[in-house]
């Protein structure tokens, strides 16, 4: 028995070196593998977004800090980033985002809240009547401009917006 496992394993020895050889010679002339850079999540701690709104709400909003958790991933991926006003409405960006220029879809979603004093007013777009431009997105920051067109709340407000946002590492 002790014979029949030495030959079964000589055996494979020998097809193991063969195919080594064959396989470096193959490999002779061959570009180097590369790999892929590792992808990097930031998580920014300071921001500010300020839009003009138009249509039945007029008037400008300055959102002066940035919403905890706000991450991205430069320069194309995930990110979620929220800013509120001193009246604590929230301005969001939410999902992928990619440097230059999109528009809204199923995978990317602008959120307004809105404080008009007698109401809260809600405004979602998800359906392209939004153009978000990224100028920059790297490891210390990202920033941009967005427009949107008649944006409808449930209670029927349409809103016009247009502006600008940043959010960086401090």
């Known amino acids: 028995m002790r014979r029949a496992v030495a030959i079964v394993v000589a055996l494979g020895v020998g097809t193991s070196a063969a195919s080594c050889e064959e396989l470096r010679r193959g490999l002779e002339g061959s570009p180097a593998p590369t790999v892929a850079p590792a992808v990097r999540t930031v998580e920014p701690d300071r921001g500010r977004a300020i839009l003009s709104l138009g249509g039945d709400v007029r008037g400008r909003v300055t959102f002066v800090a940035l919403l905890p958790p706000a991450r991205y991933t430069p320069p194309s991926g995930p990110a979620v980033l929220g800013w509120r006003s001193e009246r604590f409405e929230v301005l969001t960006i939410e999902g992928l985002v990619a440097a230059g220029s999109q ?48 944006l409808v709340a449930e209670d029927g407000t349409a809103v016009r917006m247009r502006g600008s946002f940043e959010a960086d590492v401090g």
């Open 103 to 150: 528009r809204t879809s199923a995978t990317l979603r602008v959120q307004l809240l809105l404080d008009l004093g007698d109401r809260l007013v809600a405004l979602v777009d998800e359906e392209g009547r939004c153009a978000i431009r990224v100028g920059r997105a790297d490891d210390r920051a990202i920033a941009g401009t967005m427009r949107c067109r008649r």
